[in-house]
T-cell receptor
Framework: NAGVTQTPKFQVLKTGQSMTLQCAQD?????MSWYRQDPGMGLRLIHY???????DQGEVPNGYNVSRSTTEDFPLRLLSAAPSQTSVYFC?????????????FGPGTRLTVT | RKEVEQDPGPFNVPEGATVAFNCTYS??????FFWYRQDCRKEPKLLMS???SGNEDGRFTAQLNRASQYISLLIRDSKLSDSATYLC???????????FGTGTRLLVSP
């Protein structure tokens, strides 16, 4: 059972470059999200999706785009990388049974922008 | 003010000790509460949900105080393997987004 997978694990970009972080889940979860984690800041929500074709902004959406064409995939696009986007990025998907939530995270992508 | 606040620690305890962490949240409308565990350079994983009546899972006990808006986690008989960062999480807003605290670091020594 793969769970939530992310690629790549590591990436170095130059300022101004664009790239897409891939995320896929095989648990048929409707809810997926992207977070970034920075020292002293905790996990901050970038974008989320409650189902295929539906996305919305989180706490720190600027500089990032997302789309959700299938239930399984939720890619995150960096439009023009900046050093401030150096971070660890986690994708997550969530099962919901009534009021119970269990959120599963991918292993993360460590991004450095120079 | 941050929506979820935690003491960053680190809490240094010997094996076998009992240790407790608290977390406060500001949104009185929050409905669900969790503790996640994150090992160094790994992804967070759900440790336990926190229920109004309090709940226990082996050596771990979680409590919720809605009136004072805080959540606690108690770890008894600490093991070396408990060394990690513990993240307090609450739900917020429409679609019950998860809001994470910055985490409390625990170091258990022999």
């Amino acid at each position: 059972n793969a769970g939530v997978t992310q690629t790549p694990k590591f990436q170095v970009l130059k300022t101004g470059q664009s790239m897409t972080l891939q995320c896929a889940q095989d648990m048929n979860h409707e809810y997926m999200s992207w977070y970034r984690q920075d020292p002293g800041m905790g996990l901050r929500l970038i974008h989320y999706s409650v189902g295929a074709g539906i996305t919305d902004q989180g706490e720190v959406p600027n500089g990032y785009n997302v789309s959700r064409s299938t239930t399984e995939d939720f890619p995150l696009r960096l439009l023009s990388a900046a050093p401030s986007q150096t971070s660890v990025y986690f994708c997550a998907s969530r099962s919901e049974t009534g009021a119970y939530y269990e959120q599963y995270f991918g292993p993360g992508t460590r991004l450095t922008v120079t | 003010r941050k929506e979820v606040e935690q003491d960053p620690g680190p809490f240094n305890v010997p094996e076998g000790a009992t240790v407790a962490f608290n977390c406060t949240y500001s949104n009185s409308a929050s409905q669900s509460f969790f503790w996640y565990r994150q090992d160094c350079r790994k992804e967070p994983k759900l440790l336990m949900s926190v229920y109004s009546s309090g709940n226990e899972d082996g050596r771990f006990t979680a409590q919720l105080n809605r009136a004072s808006q805080y959540i606690s986690l108690l770890i008894r008989d600490s093991k070396l393997s408990d060394s990690a960062t513990y993240l307090c999480v609450v739900t917020s807003g429409g679609f019950q987004k998860l809001v994470f605290g910055t985490g409390t670091r625990l170091l258990v020594s022999p």
